[in-house]
């Protein structure tokens, strides 16, 4: 249990710090989240937990191909914005374009033999 809070506090940290750097600089702040922060954090704790370099390999390549949807959305969102639609609409629409594009990423990976 100790462990799994340990893991939570670290996960949360990062999320923090980038929250509070891009409150100064916002382009910072996006460089540090645009870090693979997470899945190298995902992958540890799964290397310390199973020590299997398959799954760890079939994570990462997963990762890669669950990333491309999410892409459009910070295009969107910026977009959006900027056309004076409001935050919270215009992170619902971001959000459910990301969801739909993650729906369409699934039906169309194992169609072109990827397995995720």
């Not at 540090?32 to 199973?50: E, G, H, K």
């Not at 390999?57 to 910026?78: G, I, K, R, S």
């Amino acid at each position: 249990m100790l462990y799994l809070a340990a893991k939570a506090i670290l996960s949360g940290i990062i999320i923090a710090i980038v929250s509070e750097v891009a409150k100064r600089s916002p382009g910072l702040g996006a460089l540090i989240a645009s870090l693979p922060l997470v899945s190298i954090l995902a992958m540890i704790w799964l290397w310390r937990d199973t020590s299997d370099t398959t799954r760890i390999a079939n994570h990462a390549e997963a990762t890669f191909w669950l990333v491309l949807p999410t892409m459009p959305m910070f295009l969107v969102l910026p977009w959006l914005l900027r056309q004076g639609t409001g935050f919270w609409l215009a992170l619902g629409v971001s959000c459910l374009m990301t969801v739909a594009l993650y729906l369409l990423t699934l039906w169309l990976l194992p169609r072109l033999g990827i397995s995720i």
